[in-house]
């Protein structure tokens, strides 16, 4: 038996949840990492009795595209998964149970799920901080309670998680990072960017049309020259104020 994380995570508190429910499993972690876009996920298949630990965050309620089509290319073979779904404070919709339909179509076995708050990845004041230590305290108890069950053998088949279909519309926000006079053209964000909306030749620049607005060249950079609209961002945060001041719980599935 092999434990994995698979993980789609541009700002980084997707893995860190991810990372802390696979470790309860008490193996050694093998890390695939869904953000890269040269990668040949073709190449990766599993056994029936690995456990890959599959998790991403929740882009206006779906999966990110991106990762739907890399988890696809995957041979499952049987193995048993853990979707987990990462929002930040807001509500995670059809995400979850979008991962899960992917996860089944490419042949893992979902024998648990759980929905994870971390820190918003574009209005960082919402869920500041998270997952913190309580929360990474909880996700552990959550993987060791997973443990138990798989171990029983009581774990289900497949898990029901919330969500609906048709799945809702998501045509992406207009929030896309620009970059000013001071980039300095080190080209570390085209480098690093998970859908290739960069141009390696011209870093200042950035392909809207592509663009799924992750946030991670504004991480990296490190001249700090990638910002967004302050109006719109202003707007945008107003908008959200009143649905993401309620503190929103972590959640497992595994009926």
Same mark, same amino acid.
């Given at each position: ?22 470790? &309860? ?22 056994? $029936?009795?690995?456990?890959? =630990? =599959? ?11 991106? $990762? ?15 979707? =987990? ?10 995400? %979850? ?16 799920? #759980?929905? $994870? ?37 009581? &774990? ?12 809702? !519309? ?17 080209? %570390?964000?085209? !480098? ?8 390696? /030749? ?6 809207? !049309? ?18 967004? /609209?302050?109006?719109?961002? $202003? ?7 009143? #649905? ?6 972590? !959640?497992?599935?595994?009926?």
């Amino acid at each position: 038996m092999s434990v994995y994380t698979i993980v789609f995570s541009p700002t980084g508190g997707t893995k860190k949840v991810a990372d802390r429910l696979a470790a &309860a499993f008490g193996q050694e972690v093998q890390e695939i990492d869904l953000t890269i876009p040269a990668t040949d996920y073709n190449r990766y298949s599993f056994r $029936a009795d690995d456990i890959c =630990v =599959v998790a991403v965050p929740s882009y206006g309620g779906r999966v990110p595209a991106p $990762a739907i089509s890399r988890l696809a290319c995957m041979s499952a073979n049987g193995a048993k998964a853990i979707p =987990v779904t990462v929002y930040g404070n807001r509500a995670y919709e059809d995400t %979850l149970l979008e991962l899960r339909d992917t996860l089944i179509q490419a042949g893992f076995h979902c024998a648990a799920a #759980v929905a $994870a708050v971390a820190e918003h990845s574009v209005m960082r004041q919402f869920a500041s901080g998270r997952p913190n230590q309580a929360d990474l305290e909880e996700l552990e108890q959550f993987a060791l309670q997973i443990k138990a069950a798989m171990e029983q053998n009581s &774990a289900p088949e497949q898990v029901n998680v919330p969500g609906n279909t048709p799945y809702r !519309e998501y045509h992406g926000i207009p929030l896309k990072p620009r970059a000013d006079e001071t980039c300095i053209g080190c080209g %570390l964000c085209a !480098e690093k960017c998970p859908v290739g909306a960069i141009p390696a /030749d011209a870093p200042s620049q950035t392909n809207t !049309e592509l663009c799924i607005s992750c946030m991670r060249c504004l991480g990296l950079c490190p001249a700090q020259a990638r910002s967004l /609209d302050k109006m719109i961002l $202003a707007g945008a945060s107003q908008k959200l104020e009143q #649905v993401c001041s309620t503190l929103k719980k972590n !959640e497992l599935f595994l009926n």
